[in-house]
Structure formats: C-alpha cells, structure tokens
C-alpha cells in the first residue's frame, strides 16, 4: 500500500500515466475510509482521505495518495523534487460507531469525526497523541476541524469514534 501511494504521487507529479499494479482485491467489508498522509520531517504536508471507499482499497489509496499531494487546501502542492524526503503514513478506519459516553473515548486507540447540520470533522487516532489532546481537548480539536465553536461536541453535535490500522 505504500508503494502504491509513493508511485500513484510519483505518476501524476512527472505527468506519467498511472498504472497500478494488479492486486488482489482487498475485502471493504468493515473498512470505513481510509486516509492517506504525507510528511516531510515532523511537518504535514498534506492529508486526504475518504469514508466509505466505494473501489477496491489500493485505488483508494492511490486516489487519496495524489489528493494529499496536490489537493489539500492547507499546504501547497507537493513539488516532484520533494518526493525523495517525504514519508507516507496511510490509516485504514474500522469499527465506526455512535459515541454515547466520552469516557469510552481512549486517546491513541480512536479516532473521531464531529458533526452538526452540514459540518463535519475528522481526526486520525495519532493526532491526539501527537498534540498531547486529553479525551476533552481532542473533543474540542475535533469540532474546529469541522468549522464548529470548540464546545459544539456538548451541544448536540453528533460524535462518533473509530479505530485505526496505521502504517508507514
């Protein structure tokens, strides 16, 4: 999957034809998005993903690979010339579920998405643990992430919670 992310980024920033290697079919039974991150050092340097992927898994993330290279709003596209010094992470989410009780939420094993009317945001499992976020702050992170006032998570936005495979 690494390989696929470096090489689908390789292709479209030389302008080449994509052409992804002929893999098994991954089952999507129980995978609920995947992301894909790109880093140069400790810095991001671009983060897409996608929930409910509709193709087989490598095509996600290939798709996502080139979309955190040229398509994050945050950051300027990635340049070919950088591509030998960044790293690929990718974090494929699973177990998807409706959050009744904070307490349950455990910093560095769930990721969560915040929603409310047409917002929504997402943050990855290691976000929080990267910042050092309690359960209250990752809450909080999570609801600007969706454009919402940080206390929205207490105010009637749906939150919901899932675990991650990480890799890089």
């Known amino acids: 999957m690494l390989h696929v992310a470096r090489s689908s980024v390789h292709a479209y920033l030389a302008d080449r034809e994509l052409r992804l290697p002929e893999m098994e079919s991954l089952e999507l039974d129980g995978i609920h998005g995947v992301f ?11 983060c897409v993903g996608t929930l ?13 690979a080139v979309a955190a290279a ?3 709003p945050r950051f300027t596209p990635v340049q070919l010339v950088e591509l030998p010094d960044l790293q690929f992470e990718i974090s494929v989410l699973f177990q998807l579920q409706d959050v009744t009780n904070i307490e349950f939420i455990e910093i560095g094993v769930h990721g969560l998405i915040v929603s409310k009317e047409n917002s929504r945001g997402l943050l990855l499992p290691q976000v929080a ?6 359960r209250e702050q990752f809450l909080s992170e999570t609801c600007r992430k969706a454009g919402l006032p940080p206390g929205a998570w207490r105010q009637g936005a749906h939150i919901q919670s899932f675990i991650a495979e990480v890799f890089s």
């Not at 894909?36 to 671009?46: A, E, P, W």
């Not at 409910?52 to 996502?64: M, N, T």
């Open 129 to 134: 643990v990267q910042h050092h976020w309690n």
């Open 70 to 72: 040229s398509r994050d």
């Open 36 to 46: 894909v991150s790109i880093h140069r050092g400790s810095d991001l340097r671009g």
């Open 52 to 64: 409910g992927p509709e193709e087989s898994l490598y095509r996600s993330v290939a798709g996502c």
